[in-house]
C-alpha cells in the first residue's frame, strides 16, 4: 500500500478513492495510534468529529463515528463545522482527539480526513504513518460498556461562534460586508459572527444542498463576490472555502485583496497593539516580493518557509511567532487558533478597518504587489533542477538582471514531474519575457 496520508490529511475522490471502509480502518488505527502515544490516559479516550457540507460527508462521517466508537472512544458528533472551528472545540472539550471530513477547496465529489491531536493540533508526519501502519491489524475488540458511546455536540458551534465574535478588538457597527460562504461549512457561523459584532451583513453562497460546495463560489470565485459588493454599496467582502480555513477579500471597488496584503493589515495591526511577538511573521517563499519589501520598511521581520500550511506552523511554534500565513489566503493567529480560520482572519481585517478608520484599500495599500507571472514545466526530471550548471548558471543571470527589484524562483512540484518557474518584476512584461526564457531553459535541459 502506498502513502495514504498527503500534506493535508487523506484526500480522494469520495466512494472510490476515500470508501467507508478505508474511513473506518483509518479510524480505529488513529484510536490505537493516539492512545499509545499516551493521549488518553487512565480514562476512556473522547473524540470530536466534524465536517463540511459534501453530500459524501454524510456517509464518511458515520463510518468514522463507527470505527472510533468500536475502538472504545467516546465520540462528540459536532456536525457541519469549519476545519478550524473543529480544531477549536478539540482543545475546548479537552479531547483527546478530532477528525475534520472536508476536503476543503476541492470540487464536491473529492472528501478528505484529517486527524487532529490534543489541543486541535495537526499530527505530525511520524504519528500519520504509524496511523497507516497499523491499518487492518488484528486487535481486540472491546464488547459491553467497553464500546464507545456518541452523542450530538450541537451547543459546540455557538461555542466556537462566540469564540470568533470575542476574538475582535472592536465592534463593526456601521459596518457592511458581502460573504461569500461558498455553500459550505461557514454557511452560518461567518454570518452569525459578524451580525452578533454589529455588521451589515450580505450572504452569498450561502444555501448549501449537499452538491453545490466550492461549484462557481467561494475564495476560488472571487468574480461573484466582487460583483455582489460593488451592488450592495458594501465597505468590504470576504471569501471562504469550503471548510473556511482560508479568506481572501474584495474592497469597496471590487479589488481583490489576496492572502499577502491580509497577512500584512494583520502583522501591521498586531505590531501596533503590542502582541507581534518579537515583530516577525512567517510566510512562505511564494509570498510577493512587494510583501516582504513593505514588512521590512516597517521595521519587521519576515521568515519564509517552503509551501505549505503545516511548513508555516513549523516555524511559528519553533520561534513562538504569532501570525503567518499563505498568499492563498490561510493565515494562521496563534494567539486564537491552531489553524488557518477564515472566519477568524475577516473579523480581525474588518476590526482593523473599524480602529483604524481606513478603508480596506487604504489597508491593503501598506504593500505594492510586484508583478508575479509563474509558469509550470511538465515533463521534466525535476530532481535536476538545483543541480544542473547551465540552468542555474540561467538562474544567476535572471537574478542579477533583476538586481534586487525582483526575484526568481524555481520549485520543483510535490507529485508531478513538474518544475514551476515564479519570476517578479518591475512590469508585467519583464516578468513574462524572464520566465518563459527560463521555462525555455528548463525544458531544454531536464526533457525526460
Same mark, same amino acid.
Given at each position: 500500500?502506498?502513502?495514504?496520508?498527503?500534506?493535508?490529511?487523506?484526500?480522494?475522490?469520495?466512494?472510490?478513492?476515500?470508501? #467507508?471502509?478505508?474511513?473506518?480502518?483509518?479510524?480505529?488505527?488513529?484510536?490505537?495510534?493516539?492512545?499509545? /502515544?499516551?493521549?488518553?490516559?487512565?480514562?476512556?479516550?473522547?473524540?470530536?468529529?466534524?465536517?463540511?457540507?459534501?453530500?459524501?460527508?454524510?456517509?464518511?462521517?458515520?463510518?468514522? !463515528?463507527?470505527?472510533?466508537?468500536?475502538?472504545?472512544?467516546?465520540?462528540?458528533?459536532?456536525?457541519?463545522?469549519?476545519?478550524?472551528?473543529?480544531?477549536?472545540?478539540?482543545?475546548?472539550?479537552?479531547?483527546?482527539?478530532?477528525?475534520?471530513?472536508?476536503?476543503?477547496?476541492?470540487?464536491?465529489?473529492?472528501?478528505?480526513?484529517?486527524?487532529?491531536?490534543?489541543? *486541535?493540533?495537526?499530527?505530525?508526519?511520524? $504519528? +500519520?504513518?504509524?496511523?497507516?501502519?497499523?491499518?487492518?491489524?488484528?486487535?481486540?475488540?472491546?464488547?459491553?460498556?467497553?464500546?464507545?458511546?456518541?452523542?450530538?455536540?450541537?451547543?459546540?458551534?455557538?461555542?466556537?461562534?462566540?469564540?470568533?465574535?470575542?476574538?475582535?478588538?472592536?465592534?463593526?457597527?456601521?459596518?457592511?460586508?458581502?460573504?461569500?460562504?461558498?455553500?459550505?461549512?461557514?454557511?452560518?457561523?461567518?454570518?452569525? /459572527?459578524?451580525? +452578533?459584532?454589529?455588521?451589515?451583513?450580505?450572504?452569498?453562497?450561502?444555501?448549501?444542498?449537499?452538491?453545490?460546495?466550492?461549484?462557481?463560489? *467561494?475564495?476560488?470565485?472571487? +468574480?461573484?463576490?466582487?460583483?455582489?459588493? =460593488?451592488?450592495?454599496? #458594501?465597505?468590504?467582502?470576504?471569501?471562504?472555502?469550503?471548510?473556511?480555513?482560508?479568506?481572501?477579500?474584495?474592497?469597496?471597488?471590487?479589488?481583490?485583496?489576496?492572502?499577502?496584503?491580509?497577512?500584512? $493589515?494583520?502583522?501591521?495591526?498586531?505590531?501596533?497593539?503590542?502582541?507581534?511577538?518579537?515583530?516577525?511573521?512567517?510566510?512562505?517563499?511564494?509570498?510577493?516580493?512587494?510583501?516582504?519589501?513593505?514588512?521590512?520598511?516597517?521595521?519587521?521581520?519576515?521568515?519564509?518557509?517552503?509551501?505549505?500550511?503545516?511548513? =508555516?506552523?513549523?516555524?511559528?511554534?519553533?520561534?513562538?511567532?504569532?501570525?503567518?500565513?499563505?498568499?492563498?489566503?490561510?493565515?494562521?493567529?496563534?494567539?486564537?487558533?491552531?489553524?488557518?480560520?477564515?472566519?477568524?482572519?475577516?473579523?480581525?481585517?474588518?476590526?482593523?478597518?473599524?480602529?483604524?478608520?481606513?478603508?480596506?484599500?487604504?489597508?491593503?495599500?501598506?504593500?505594492?504587489?510586484?508583478?508575479? !507571472?509563474?509558469?509550470?514545466?511538465?515533463? =521534466?526530471?525535476?530532481?535536476?533542477?538545483?543541480?544542473?550548471? !547551465?540552468?542555474?548558471? +540561467?538562474?544567476?543571470?535572471?537574478?542579477?538582471?533583476?538586481?534586487?527589484?525582483?526575484?526568481?524562483?524555481?520549485?520543483?512540484? *510535490?507529485?508531478?514531474?513538474? /518544475?514551476? !518557474?515564479?519570476?517578479?518584476?518591475?512590469?508585467?512584461?519583464?516578468?513574462?519575457? /524572464?520566465?518563459?526564457?527560463?521555462?525555455?531553459?528548463?525544458?531544454?535541459?531536464?526533457?525526460?
Amino acid at each position: 500500500m502506498g502513502r495514504i496520508f498527503g500534506t493535508d490529511g487523506v484526500r480522494g475522490l469520495a466512494n472510490r478513492d476515500l470508501t #467507508a471502509e478505508l474511513a473506518l480502518d483509518l479510524s480505529v488505527a488513529a484510536a490505537h495510534v493516539l492512545g499509545e /502515544v499516551g493521549a488518553f490516559a487512565d480514562q476512556r479516550p473522547t473524540a470530536v468529529v466534524a465536517r463540511d457540507t459534501r453530500a459524501s460527508g454524510e456517509f464518511l462521517e458515520a463510518a468514522v !463515528v463507527a470505527g472510533l466508537a468500536s475502538a472504545g472512544v467516546d465520540v462528540h458528533r459536532l456536525g457541519v463545522v469549519p476545519t478550524p472551528g473543529a480544531a477549536f472545540l478539540t482543545a475546548e472539550l479537552d479531547a483527546d482527539m478530532g477528525v475534520m471530513i472536508s476536503a476543503s477547496h476541492n470540487p464536491m465529489p473529492d472528501n478528505g480526513i484529517k486527524f487532529l491531536a490534543r489541543g *486541535g493540533l495537526k499530527l505530525d508526519d511520524e $504519528i +500519520e504513518l504509524a496511523i497507516e501502519a497499523r491499518l487492518q491489524e488484528p486487535w481486540d475488540r472491546p464488547t459491553g460498556e467497553g464500546v464507545g458511546r456518541v452523542g450530538d455536540s450541537t451547543a459546540g458551534v455557538r461555542t466556537y461562534a462566540k469564540h470568533l465574535a470575542d476574538s475582535s478588538p472592536a465592534r463593526l457597527d456601521g459596518l457592511k460586508v458581502v460573504l461569500d460562504c461558498a455553500h459550505g461549512a461557514a454557511h452560518e457561523v461567518g454570518p452569525d /459572527v459578524f451580525a +452578533e459584532l454589529g455588521a451589515d451583513v450580505v450572504a452569498i453562497h450561502a444555501e448549501p444542498d449537499g452538491l453545490n460546495i466550492n461549484r462557481d463560489a *467561494g475564495s476560488t470565485h472571487l +468574480e461573484h463576490l466582487q460583483k455582489a459588493v =460593488v451592488e450592495h454599496g #458594501a465597505d468590504a467582502g470576504f471569501a471562504f472555502d469550503g471548510d473556511a480555513d482560508r479568506c481572501l477579500a474584495v474592497d469597496a471597488e471590487g479589488r481583490v485583496v489576496d492572502g499577502d496584503q491580509i497577512l500584512a $493589515i494583520l502583522a501591521l495591526a498586531a505590531h501596533d497593539a503590542g502582541t507581534l511577538h518579537d515583530d516577525t511573521v512567517v510566510a512562505t517563499v511564494m509570498s510577493n516580493l512587494g510583501f516582504v519589501q513593505a514588512l521590512q520598511a516597517a521595521g519587521l521581520t519576515v521568515v519564509q518557509t517552503a509551501v505549505g500550511d503545516r511548513y =508555516v506552523l513549523e516555524a511559528m511554534r519553533a520561534g513562538g511567532f504569532t501570525i503567518g500565513g499563505e498568499q492563498s489566503g490561510h493565515v494562521i493567529m496563534s494567539r486564537y487558533a491552531t489553524t488557518g480560520d477564515g472566519v477568524l482572519t475577516a473579523v480581525q481585517v474588518a476590526a482593523r478597518m473599524v480602529e483604524s478608520g481606513q478603508t480596506l484599500a487604504e489597508l491593503a495599500g501598506v504593500m505594492t504587489r510586484l508583478p508575479q !507571472v509563474l509558469v509550470n514545466v511538465a515533463g =521534466v526530471d525535476k530532481a535536476r533542477a538545483a543541480t544542473d550548471p !547551465v540552468l542555474q548558471g +540561467e538562474v544567476a543571470a535572471a537574478t542579477a538582471r533583476l538586481d534586487g527589484t525582483g526575484r526568481v524562483l524555481l520549485r520543483q512540484s *510535490g507529485t508531478e514531474p513538474l /518544475v514551476r !518557474v515564479m519570476v517578479e518584476a518591475p512590469t508585467h512584461e519583464e516578468a513574462t519575457e /524572464v520566465a518563459e526564457h527560463l521555462a525555455s531553459v528548463v525544458k531544454s535541459q531536464l526533457s525526460l
